[in-house]
């Protein structure tokens, strides 16, 4: 393949894949930094209903629940944990119904606040198709820094510097990923 052309799909794939990736290292960072993200909760109802939150019929009782109590609301699925169940995607304000004692149940509405929002999208908690469409950008990331490293090896007169920067890397990963 010929440098320009290598250099033009690096160009396309980092330009194409730039907000996305300046927006996953915002939240990543922020997060790591001890940055929480916050959200608001509505207590909004108390159920009494024995096995409403049971996993085979988690879906379709929030589903019938939240019709009528919420019309304009709709949600993809539900991601149901020990003692609680949430409505997904979470990227945008969300239900989540709490077990508590005996067969009583806790609606509470939860408003992410955009840095919430955007981690949330971030762990892939958004829309199903967004998934693959991530993913799609996380396909250009790999090529950029592939073609990237590629260029570099190539050119002489930066070599030394992308193999130097390029182990110093390798080394950092490895020591926070084996300690």
Known sequence: MKR???VN???????????????????GAMHLLNFKET???EVIDTIVKKDFLQKSNAKTNIGEYLKSKDQDYNFEYVKSYNGYS?????????????MNAGDEI???KVVPSLRKRLFEFHKGHGRKYT??????FGLC???TVGSGIWLGLKNNRIRRAT???????LFIFLVEFYS
């Open 39 to 41: 959200e608001s909760l």
């Open 131 to 136: 998934r693959w469409i991530n993913s799609f």
């Open 4 to 6: 320009n052309s290598l």
């Open 106 to 108: 806790t609606v509470i």
């Open 86 to 98: 949430i409505t997904r995607p979470t990227t945008r304000n969300y239900y989540r119904f709490e």
């Open 141 to 143: 990331l790999m090529i």
């Open 163 to 169: 193999i130097v920067t390029g182990l110093i890397s």
């Open 9 to 27: 799909i690096h160009l396309y794939c980092a330009s194409f894949s730039a907000v996305v990736l300046l927006v996953f290292a915002f939240t």
